[in-house]
Each structure stands twice: as structure tokens, then as C-alpha cells.
């Protein structure tokens, strides 16, 4: 007998050769024949549904892959979730142990305001004695910083002023408007307003002085400084001694023209000379002595509406 291959589609062609030769195989073996017929034709499977079968197979295993796949991804999931779990636990722990404490501090207050509660009637008067004490301390601190706002809002409109009349006519070297604190500061070039190594002031000076004391004239409740100053040349004639003589005269020669020429109040004007000091610029170069040489017209509040602003018992009601 032939040997045949029976794994696949040749089962079916074993079965066809064996039923061609039933005749010829002897009758001891047609028995045994008989009963495996039926097993190799259980057997015969198509390639169509082998091959149906190899898909499915592989479809299977493509979806365990997927689901491994998906499992892993889970997996890393409940990883976080586990670590974010974890904090959020720290996180409830601290806020417990901090509830606790606030819990402590408050026993300690509600402890506190029961021994206030036993306080005398004569401790219970000197807190509200201290307590008015602070509350007029207050009012007086608000009255003094409403009256340093309105003080500076009423210098910024006098140097507005100040600019608007002195700006014609007058380089910007010549003539320097400033807010200082609770002043005005006016500086004038010692050129503009004087003729050289004197104290004689020129035409155009009386012109600049007549503007800012038609200013001055307005507010009654103000005091003017006028202060000279010189460089650190040194000078003497037969009228000058020195530069503190030079500065004192020329302030004096500007009080002079304001009182007599423009009717200022004198009550309200100060005089008064710095010498070569209080510089501005080194007097190393010709311009920075050209820049110390100058005059300073200071308008202040008076000294005494200053001091009733400290005064408590003229603080308004």
C-alpha cells in the first residue's frame, strides 16, 4: 500500500482510495477499514474553513493584545490615583492638625475674654480713658495730613502760577520753580538780577520781582524769605567785605524793592545771606559758579499758623 499524507486535504483523497479498493484488500482487514472511514471523514476540513479558522485565531489574539494593552494603561491609572489619594491623606491630615490648633487658640481667647470679664470697674475705666486718648490722638493725626494735602495742593497751584507769569521773556536758566515740602523755592541768576560783583539789581530784575509779588500779594497767610548766595570768589571793596556781605546785600536790595516798589507787607518779609555755601554745582568750572550764584525767593506759610496746627486745644470740634 502507498503512503499518503493526512494532515490536511489528502485525508479526503485517502478516504476516495481506500472506497476504489475495498476489492482488492483482503476480507480480514475490511472490518477495520469500515471503522476508521468514519473518523477520516469527521476529519476532512475544508481550506476555506481552515483558513476562516486561522482568522479568527488571529483576530483573537489581536484582541488579547488590546485588552493587555488597555489592562496596563488601568494599571498606570490606579497608579496615580493611589499616589494622588496618598496626598490628598496628607493633605486632610495637616488641615486636621491645623483645625486643632486653631481650636486651641480659640479655647485660649474665649479663656482670656472670661478673665476680662473679672477686670474692676476702675481697670475697665482706664481702657476707655486710653481708648479716647487714641481715638483723639487720631483724629488729630487725620486733621494734620488733610492739612499737608491741602497745603501742597495750594503750592502746586502757586509754582503753576508762578511758571505761568515768569515764563515770558526769561531763559530757563535764569529762573527755576520748585515744591519742596511745605514750600515754594523760586532761584534767580545772580546775571538777571544783578550787574556784575554788585548788589544793584538791573531793570529787567525790578520786572521778574514785580510779577512774583503781584503772587505774593494774593496770599496773606504766607511769609517770603529771600536768601543770596554767591560763589567762592573771594571779593572786597570799599562797600563789600567778603561774600557773606555780597549775599546779605543783594537779599536786602531785593526785601527793598517788594516792600517799596510793590507794597509787600515787611511783617512778612525775611532777608537773609548764605555766603558761598549750600552749593549747588562745583565751583570748579564757570558754569557751576555761575550756577551758585543766585538768589532764592522762598514763600512759606507763616510760623504761627504752623504752630496752631500742632496746638491740640485749637484742633476744630
Not at 531785593?254 to 549750600?278: C, S
Request: proline share 2%.
Amino acid at each position: 500500500m502507498e503512503n499518503f499524507d493526512l494532515n490536511n486535504k489528502s485525508r479526503c483523497e485517502v478516504y476516495l482510495f481506500l472506497s476504489f479498493n475495498f476489492t482488492a484488500m483482503k476480507s480480514a482487514i475490511r472490518p477495520l477499514i469500515i471503522l476508521i472511514i468514519p473518523f477520516v471523514l469527521a476529519s476532512c476540513v475544508t481550506q476555506k474553513k481552515y483558513t476562516a479558522l486561522q482568522n479568527d485565531l488571529q483576530k483573537a489574539n489581536e484582541l488579547l493584545h488590546s485588552c493587555n494593552e488597555k489592562k496596563d494603561l488601568c494599571q498606570s491609572d490606579l497608579t496615580v490615583c493611589n499616589t494622588k489619594l496618598t496626598g490628598k491623606e496628607e493633605q486632610i491630615k495637616l488641615l486636621n492638625n491645623q483645625l486643632n490648633d486653631c481650636k486651641e487658640q480659640r479655647d485660649k481667647q474665649v479663656t482670656q475674654v472670661g478673665d476680662l470679664t473679672v477686670l474692676s470697674k476702675s481697670a475697665n475705666d482706664n481702657i476707655n480713658q486710653t481708648l479716647a486718648q487714641l481715638e483723639s490722638k487720631d483724629k488729630y493725626i487725620q486733621l494734620l495730613l488733610a492739612a499737608k494735602t491741602k497745603a501742597d495742593s495750594i503750592n502746586l497751584a502757586l509754582a503753576i502760577n508762578l511758571k505761568g507769569v515768569l515764563k515770558d521773556g526769561l531763559d530757563d536758566q535764569d529762573v527755576e520753580i520748585k515744591v519742596d515740602k511745605t514750600v515754594v523755592f523760586i532761584n534767580l541768576s545772580d546775571k538777571m538780577l544783578y550787574t556784575s560783583g554788585s548788589y544793584n539789581l538791573t531793570p529787567k530784575a525790578k520786572v521778574v520781582l514785580g510779577k512774583i509779588a503781584a503772587i505774593v500779594e494774593t496770599r496773606p497767610d504766607v511769609e517770603v524769605m529771600v536768601e543770596g548766595y554767591t560763589d567762592n570768589k573771594s571779593i572786597k571793596t570799599d562797600c563789600i567785605t567778603d561774600n557773606w556781605d555780597l549775599s546779605v546785600k543783594r537779599a536786602t536790595s531785593v526785601v527793598r524793592v517788594l516792600q517799596k516798589d510793590y507794597k509787600i507787607d515787611p511783617n512778612k518779609l525775611i532777608a537773609a545771606g548764605r555766603g558761598e555755601y549750600n552749593t549747588l554745582a562745583s565751583n570748579e568750572t564757570a558754569e557751576g559758579r555761575a550756577t551758585n550764584r543766585r538768589t532764592r525767593i522762598i514763600i512759606m506759610p507763616k510760623l504761627d499758623q504752623f504752630y496752631d496746627l500742632l496746638d491740640p486745644s485749637k484742633v476744630a470740634k
